[in-house]
């Protein structure tokens, strides 16, 4: 199958946009590059694509812009060679339609697809850098492994290893042979931790009903105790609420007394005190105002204007206002600088003449203007500055010359050419390298062989030919398992005899106990009694044969002697139970001292078995008995002896392989330095000749550069400088016109570019000193004018305003000036005056006005107070309001001891508690408490000593564990047995499992080894550049690992050993050669891959993009990339093979 178009119809970003990559060209690879920038869509590309192959997902990311409804996706596919239009839209179902609208069946793709779902597309045909990178993890995690790296290529399953890895770890934790850490071992040692418990329990029924009995008559004591401990704290709290509720009474009544005059005084508001504390503050102020406002406008009524108004003068004040303002200001400052403005106009007069005399021009000559001083400057400056750039040229010309010809007689001696290919074949080489390599090996060498000597002599008591060790002849786990056994028969054996010891001294008290007991003369047995009984019931029998007198005397003595037993055994009644209890004690002590002796001999038996394993095993060894502890320390040097003697082995292997190395690199520099072989140098020596001759070659190189250099730099400075003096040469010819034209405005004695440059100053000066005469002559003329206009204007206001004029303009002016602020003055007093009358009238209506709303309030409050008359101001309506307060507090007590006394009583009104308070007296009550603490604390103290006493019992009780304890743990017992059931199932699960993946795997490996490993060697070459040259395997067991070799030393490096961008390499190469793989076997699909080159270097970017162009040839190969270098190196390596397609917006 082949994607010839992509229609994103109405997709994420894209609107109506559709990508044509045409048809196929026979014999011309099928590449495709598709470039945008950041956010350009690509991964919506890829995704638009896998939607039109599967439908779009019930939610999707990509109708942030169209809606479901209207989202479509569509494009041109090559099924079987036949071109196939289709479109797929939102939909639960016929998603997927033709060219023309109409519903396709599932199977038209199905079928082109080889049945191969999204998920499975994504993994096997596409690539991104994620996947890269958790590929070169799985690379690690699979441990070079060669069926799971082939298959995990071709199945594109990046987390194969990963999970196999997980799968086994999961296995071997819960079983793995020799671990003592894992699930199975815990729970087989919690198993035996429960059926010892079993055993342990040994609990007689005898023993467990008299500590039932005990048990459950402490606890009925303890009852009776608290029942009792109970009655007498009620009847203490009744006394002692008589007591307290005695003075509470007296109190009571004593508030109801102080009540009884004033309790017609309702309750008021709470906020009334602060409304009357208002008031009367509001009432103080009003009358304070209102006193104030009278008698200011008293006071001002009797006063008059002054100083006296003035109404001319205020007719006249704007114009005065104008006068006095600019007209007067520019009068005086005309006045103040007149005679200095003058002199300076004289002083500037004389400058002019003396400018004139020096620069020779008659005195009425004007001197250029400006712009024409500024134009001739510029003409001479520059002819000045090109005459010195010519005359610098030449001399940079000269210089020039003379630099051309001395690094022309500087040529070195070129007849020793340098060979560069000395410097390349030491970069390969790296003799350096080489020599640490044998060093290295050397000291590993040494270090082996002195491990292995130290091994071998920590070795003793053995002793052994030089070159042997005693056989390995079990692992470290097992020895430790071996010795965990041996710890727990010891302990097993050390518990077993310190439990018949003490089942022997429990027996031995038993009977000491029954044996004292039995000592007691006065003691009548139960022997004793059967014997009695058995004597008169033998005394009866003859009786009853004989009838005689003296049978008769005889079963009468026999009776009166078993009726004496009988009563004095009722009389001993608790010794015979002890007696009892001591016998069934014994008999329990007997039975668990037999079983302790039984099971003593067990673990005596499980000892001397290991204990003679332990012997044999140090025979194998050939060693003399051990302790079996000391083994551990002796079986590790054993281990380190035999990796010592096997680092040997691989040290002297290793040695071989890089003196062999070095040895060849010593030929190749001999031939390189034109050496014999056979003359012996040192490798070092040879070396640093082979370092010395490279240098040399280096610095001959170096200078033969700097030589051809120099002399093109001297040409090219020649050159520079020759067209620089030609360039002189021709401003000079245009500066020399430039200043011809610019001097024709000057006087004729300042012609010559010099003299004009020396006189410009002056000239300046002269014609900027003539502006400053002329503005100043201007300026003098326009303050006489303002002088005479400012008298004229004070004349004519005098005479309005009736004022006689002084001395000076000036001094009538200040006269006006003053009589017009006398007159604004008197006004404004005027209207202050009476703005301030009309003030205070206004307060004084307010004052009087507020005092009538607070009379109304004081009487509005005053009504729902007894004598409301009496009330007239504020400090009487406080007066009322503390009345009715104290009422309310008077009231409020009353109810509070009311609510102490009755709940204390348990009364339903005072008149029940006064009966109850009255039948009483205080001291007897107080007595009566004092006599009632008394026996609380003696009941306190009873009933701690019967819960003790519970306690004890029932500790004892629950330290036998009750009657459930064996089926509890036998319960536990089988809730493990289950548990451990049910994970052994999933272990064998597990087991089975890998063991198929692990076949699965072989088997793929075995069919695909040779094609598929030939590929990726050929990809893996090629993406390193030659780094690494090929795959190989190495077997070991069942176990199949893949090995690159390494170019520079043909070294075998494992994955592990692979740095992390190496496994990317390799994860690429896999997955390029599991591609070729599936295409060979007749299912081409589009392989997509999403800028995988971001890490690459040029190098090998360059050869990525070599291996998807020949991936191209097996199946249509499409590349996004935001990179732009990424599209030119793969324009230079693919030329017309590549097809780009741009989708960037816009």
């Known amino acids: 199958m082949r994607l010839r178009r992509l229609d994103l119809t109405r997709y994420g970003r894209f609107t109506d946009h559709a990508i044509d990559f045409g048809t196929a060209t026979p014999g011309r690879p099928d590449l495709h590059v598709i470039f945008g920038p950041n956010e350009a869509g690509k991964t919506t590309c890829f ?140 729970a087989k040692r919690a198993l035996k931790e429960l059926q010892g418990q079993l055993r342990e329990i040994d609990l007689s029924a005898s023993r467990y009903r008299q500590l039932k009995a005990a048990d459950t008559a402490a606890r009925s004591r303890e009852a009776e105790a608290r029942a009792r401990r109970e009655t007498l704290q009620r009847e203490l709290n009744r006394a002692r609420a008589i007591a307290r509720c005695l003075p509470l009474r007296a109190e009571h009544d004593a508030l109801q007394g102080r009540l009884a005059p004033i309790a017609d005084w309702p309750a008021v508001p709470a906020h009334w005190q602060a409304e009357a504390e208002t008031l009367r503050d509001a009432e103080v102020e009003a009358r304070t105002r209102l006193s104030g406002a009278t008698d200011a406008i008293a006071r001002l009524e009797t006063e008059g204007d002054t100083p006296p108004r003035d109404p001319l003068a205020l007719t006249h004040a704007e114009a005065l206002g104008q006068l006095m303002d600019k007209p007067r200001a520019r009068a005086l400052s005309a006045e103040g600088d007149l005679p200095s403005r003058r002199a300076s106009l004289s002083e500037l007069a004389g400058e002019i003449r003396a400018l004139h005399r020096d620069l020779s021009l008659p005195d009425e000559t004007l001197p250029p203007p400006s712009p024409a001083l500024a134009t001739a400057e510029t003409a001479a400056r520059a002819l000045q500055e090109a005459e010195r750039a010519a005359t610098r040229a030449a001399q940079d010309l000269a210089e020039a010359d003379a630099a051309l010809v ?30 640490g390599d044998v060093s290295r090996a050397r000291a590993a060498q040494a270090e082996a062989q002195a491990d292995l000597a130290a091994s071998r002599a920590a070795l003793t008591p053995w002793t052994g030919p030089e070159d042997t060790l005693p056989p390995l002849l079990l692992s470290r786990d097992q020895l430790a398992r071996r010795l965990d056994r041996w710890s727990d028969a010891l302990r097993t054996l050390d518990r077993a005899e310190e439990r018949r010891a003490e089942a022997q001294v429990s ?105 003679q394993d332990f012997r044999d095993l140090c025979s194998r060894f050939g ?104 360039q002189t040469r021709t401003a000079l010819d245009t500066a020399s016109a430039d200043w011809s034209r610019a001097r024709t405005a000057l006087p004729e004695t300042l012609h010559d570019a010099a003299a004009f440059l020396t006189a410009l100053p002056a000239l300046r000066t002269l014609l900027e000193t003539r502006t400053e005469r002329d503005r100043l002559a201007s300026r003098i003329a326009a303050m006489e004018a303002d002088q005479a206009g400012f008298a004229t204007s004070v004349a004519r206001m005098a ?101 102490e006394i009755l709940p204390a009583l348990g009364a339903e009104d005072m008149a029940a508690a006064a009966e109850i308070l009255d039948a009483a007296d205080l001291p007897e009550v107080e007595a009566r408490c004092a006599g009632l603490d008394g026996d609380l604390a003696t009941a306190q103290t009873e009933l701690e000593d019967a819960i003790g006493e519970a306690r004890l019992t029932a500790g004892a009780l629950q330290a036998l564990g009750g009657d459930d304890a064996a089926a509890r743990l036998a319960e536990q017992q089988a809730t493990l047995l289950v548990d451990l059931s049910d994970k052994a199932r999933r272990h064998l699960r597990l087991q089975i499992g890998l063991a198929a993946a692990e076949q699965a795997l072989a088997r793929y490996r075995d069919s695909h080894r040779s094609a598929m490993l030939s590929a990726t060697a050929d990809a893996f070459r090629t993406l390193t550049a030659g780094a690494y040259t090929d795959l190989q395997t190495r077997t070991a067991g069942e176990a199949e690992t893949l090995l690159a070799i390494r170019g520079r030393d043909n070294r075998s490096v494992a994955a592990s050993e692979m740095s992390k961008g190496t496994r990317f390499q390799l994860y690429l190469a896999l997955r390029l050669a599991g591609y070729r793989d599936y295409s060979a076997r007749g299912v081409a699909l589009p392989f997509v891959a999403d800028d995988i080159m971001e890490t690459f270097d040029n190098t090998r970017t360059s050869a990525a993009l070599g291996l998807l162009r020949e991936l191209g040839r097996q199946g249509q190969a499409l590349y996004f990339t935001h990179h732009e270098h990424v599209v030119e190196l793969a324009r230079e390596i693919c030329g017309d093979d590549l097809n780009v397609h741009d989708i960037s917006p816009g």
């Open 47 to 186: 995704e638009a694509y896998l939607d039109l192959l599967y439908g779009i997902p019930m939610r999707s990311p990509y109708n942030f812009l169209h809606d479901y409804d209207s989202m479509e996706v569509g494009g041109l596919l090559e099924i079987d060679g036949t071109p196939t239009a289709l479109r797929r839209i939102k939909r639960q179902r016929n998603d997927l339609l033709d060219a023309d609208g109409q519903p396709v069946g599932p199977a038209l793709l199905s079928g082109a697809l080889g049945g191969i779902g999204r998920d499975q597309y994504r993994a096997m045909f596409s690539l991104d850098d994620d996947t890269i990178e958790a590929g070169g993890e799985d690379i690690l995690a699979s441990q070079g492994s060669l069926g799971e790296l082939l298959f995990s290529a071709a199945a594109g399953l990046s987390d194969l290893g990963a999970e196999l890895k997980t799968m086994r770890e999961e296995a071997e934790a819960f079983h793995k042979p020799r671990g003592r850490k894992t699930e199975l071992a815990e």
């Open 799 to 899: 005479a309005a305003l009736q004022e006689p004029e002084r001395e000076t303009p000036g001094a009538t002016a200040a006269a006006l000036r003053a009589r017009l602020a006398t007159a604004q003055e008197a006004e404004t007093r005027h209207a202050d005056r009476q703005a301030r009358l009309a003030e205070l009238r206004q307060a004084e209506q307010e004052a009087r006005s507020r005092l009538s709303d607070i009379a109304a309030d004081i009487a509005d409050k005053a009504r729902a107070l007894p004598q409301p008359q009496a009330i007239a101001s504020a400090g009487d309506l406080l007066s009322a309001l503390s009345t009715a307060a104290q009422a309310e507090t008077l009231r409020h007590e009353i109810d509070r001891l009311r609510q």
């Open 406 to 435: 001395k690094a022309t007689e500087a040529a070195p001696d070129t007849s020793d050419t340098p060979d560069p290919d000395l410097a390349t074949l030491l970069e390969e080489l790296e003799p350096e390298t080489l020599a």
């Open 507 to 611: 027996r031995d008290q038993a009977q000491a106990r029954c044996t004292a007991l039995e000592a007691d003369a006065s003691l009548v047995t139960d022997a004793q009694a059967e014997a009695a009984r058995a004597a008169r019931d033998t005394s009866w029998t003859r009786h009853s044969a004989a009838l005689t007198s003296e049978t008769a005397a005889l079963f009468h003595a026999e009776m009166l002697r078993l009726d004496s037993l009988q009563e004095a055994r009722l009389g001993m009644a608790e010794q015979l139970g002890r007696l009892r209890d001591g016998r069934l004690a014994t008999i329990d002590a007997q039975t668990l001292l037999e079983a302790r002796i039984s099971e003593h001999a067990r673990a005596e038996e499980i000892h001397d078995t290991l204990l």
């Open 623 to 726: 060693l003399p008995e051990l302790d079996p502890a000391d083994l551990t320390a002796w079986l590790d040097h054993l281990h380190r002896a035999h990796e010592a003697q096997a680092r040997l082995a691989r040290a002297g292997q290793t040695l071989a392989e890089a003196q062999a190395a070095q040895s060849a690199a010593a030929a190749r520099m001999c031939a390189a330095l034109g050496l014999s072989e056979a003359d012996g140098t040192p490798f070092a020596t040879l070396t640093a000749r082979a370092r010395a001759e490279q240098l040399r070659r280096a610095e001959m190189a170096a200078r033969i550069a700097e030589h051809r250099k120099a002399l093109d730099t001297a040409r090219q400075s020649r050159e520079t400088r020759t067209r620089a003096l030609d």
